[in-house]
């Protein structure tokens, strides 16, 4: 089992910690990860993402050209990484402020509103934790205990009262993400 | 774990007395890390922010002459800063270790990841001839293991050593497992150890004098011999480097650090391809691994060494096979790191197709 992801969108948008909580919940699951971020000044503001490799093998590369799902959060990242997802493989994005919808009919295609979702929950900082409950509701590469184990893990214990909240958001998550395009 | 990370976690396990050291982007992890976990109160480390990248390597320059275990980090700029006083300590012959986590340059250049101080980590920086010993981690576990291999061999041979590292193996996460703690060295470690160190002079011993000035230049040439046959000792004893998928192969890769890394994946997709090349990784930069490279001159038919850098160890490649293989160069500069495709396509243009 070899899972390749890059999540990009906006600076902000929980991008790089959405990854970690994965790549830390793949660790708890006794999985190889590795974690790839963007750095550097484009961060705020601009864009943002994080390539995250989760295996059952030992990981060669951590930067990639190609992936098996691209999981994308704005209209920029749409425009870069759409082309970047291997035939067959899978694109999750949020609709808000996409202009330009995917188009590539080799690839399955889903859409979570998570940003409108997140506002709908009251909590808009959980918006991240929409957006990987949607992903792990497609591929369960990693168990919910786990997720959870690598959720306490990567926030901070002041923040561990935060955790049922977030649990929410990844059900939610599952609940509304809706087929777009799949190949036959 | 970040890269950063693994390096200040494995520093206080590992029992290091002292780091000094300036926050740079990409290395600032660090000493946030090393300022977070408090070693000061566990283990006694001391963690102290310099003034300067200056001030930081004459720090350690007092440290190591102290025979205790001292380290800094910084990213190129501020090695740059920092080689008067490398060089000052490799002629005074003292132990310590200095992280170089490279971004782009030259000047202030950018903070993306670069392995263009390879050079400089190589073949000098400083002035007068001296060597660090250089290793070149590829993973966030090598950055952990690292640390004390440095410590080793900067001991074991009074040289300065450095971990040159880059942005990419800094930033990164992974998984690592660190060595349990172990106690710094006591008083009477250091003296039993280090007769060599200035740990206050006691009647039954000469005075222990740390300098690089030797006037008369008769003094100077003996030190530089015997610094000589220290380097040609460590390039006979210390030589490390990993291959894969070398036994059959036509072809060869050399890369080190996140470019081997990335060179990795290249070797599959062209194995996938049918293409027999394999990867020479050099742990050592310094020593670096001549023999080693030059062994399999006679089994393949070119070698491609991708550098995210304008083309650097592709010379001590050059020299390791002597002309007798086509050697060819690609890269990505200024903070531009290559993908796993792009350096498989150059295989077959550059080398195959070439």
């Given at each position: 089992m070899k899972e390749e992801i890059i999540i990009a969108g906006?600076?902000?948008?929980g991008v790089l910690s959405m990854g970690k909580i994965l790549a830390y919940s793949g660790v708890m699951q006794g999985m190889e990860v590795s974690w790839m971020p963007s750095y550097g000044p484009e961060m705020r503001g601009g864009t943002a993402n994080v390539t995250v490799i989760l295996s059952d093998e030992p990981i060669s590369s951590p930067i990639l050209h190609e992936f098996d799902t691209a999981i994308i959060l704005n209209q920029q990242s749409m425009d870069k990484f759409e082309k970047a997802v291997k035939p067959g493989g899978m694109l999750i994005y949020d609709g808000n402020g996409i202009t330009r919808h995917p188009s590539r009919k080799d690839i399955n295609i889903y859409r979570v509103d998570a940003t409108e979702e997140a506002v709908r929950m009251r909590s808009i900082k959980t918006f991240n934790m929409i957006v990987l409950g949607a992903y792990l509701k497609l591929k369960k590469i990693v168990e919910m205990d786990n997720v959870l184990k690598g959720l306490k893990k990567s926030l901070p214990e002041r923040h561990h009262h935060l955790i049922p909240m977030n649990e929410k958001a990844i059900l939610r998550g599952g609940e509304i993400i809706r087929e777009i395009s799949v190949v036959e | 774990m970040k890269g950063n990370e693994a390096i200040a976690e494995a520093a206080i396990r590992y029992g290091v007395d002292g780091y000094f050291g300036y926050p740079i982007t990409p290395q600032s992890e660090v000493m946030e890390t090393l300022m977070a976990m408090r070693p000061w109160e566990t283990t006694g480390m001391v963690v102290l922010q310099a003034e300067s990248e200056v001030a930081s390597i004459n720090m350690l320059y007092g440290g190591a002459g102290s025979g205790k275990r001292v380290m800094t980090s910084s990213s190129s700029p501020g090695i740059s800063l920092m080689q008067e006083g490398i060089s000052y300590i490799a002629g005074a012959e003292l132990p310590c270790v200095i992280v170089n986590v490279v971004r782009g340059?030259?000047?202030?250049?950018?903070?993306q990841p670069s392995q263009s101080d390879y050079f400089q980590a190589v073949k000098g920086g400083g002035h007068g001839d001296y060597k660090l010993i250089v290793l070149a981690p590829s993973s966030v576990q090598e950055m952990a293991d690292f640390v004390g291999l440095a410590f080793d061999l900067a001991f074991k041979y009074r040289n300065p050593a450095m971990i040159l590292s880059d942005g990419v193996i800094g930033q990164m996460m992974e998984k690592v497992e660190l060595d349990e703690y172990r106690p710094r060295w006591t008083d009477e470690e250091i003296i039993e150890k280090n007769p060599w160190a200035a740990t206050g002079k006691k009647p039954v011993r000469g005075q222990n004098i740390m300098t690089s000035l030797h006037i008369q230049a008769v003094d100077q040439e003996n030190v530089n011999r015997r610094l000589q046959a220290k380097y040609k000792e460590m390039q006979e004893k210390e030589v490390r480097y990993e291959t894969f998928m070398?036994?059959?192969?036509?072809y060869l890769i050399v890369a080190f650090g996140s470019a081997a890394r990335i060179s990795k994946k290249s070797v599959e997709l062209a194995r996938e391809k049918g293409i027999k090349v394999g990867l020479l990784r050099p742990i050592t930069l310094f020593p670096f691994p001549y023999k080693e490279i030059g062994s399999y001159a006679d089994q393949i038919k070119g070698i491609l060494v991708p550098e995210m850098?304008?083309?650097?160890?592709i010379e001590d490649v050059k020299l390791a096979v002597n002309g007798k293989v086509d050697v060819e160069h690609y890269g990505r500069m200024g903070g531009m790191i290559f993908s796993p495709d792009e350096v498989e396509n150059a295989l077959e243009e550059l080398i195959i197709g070439g």
């Open positions: 906006f600076g902000g948008q | 340059g030259p000047g202030l250049g950018t903070i070398c036994d059959d192969a036509e850098n304008a083309g650097q160890m």
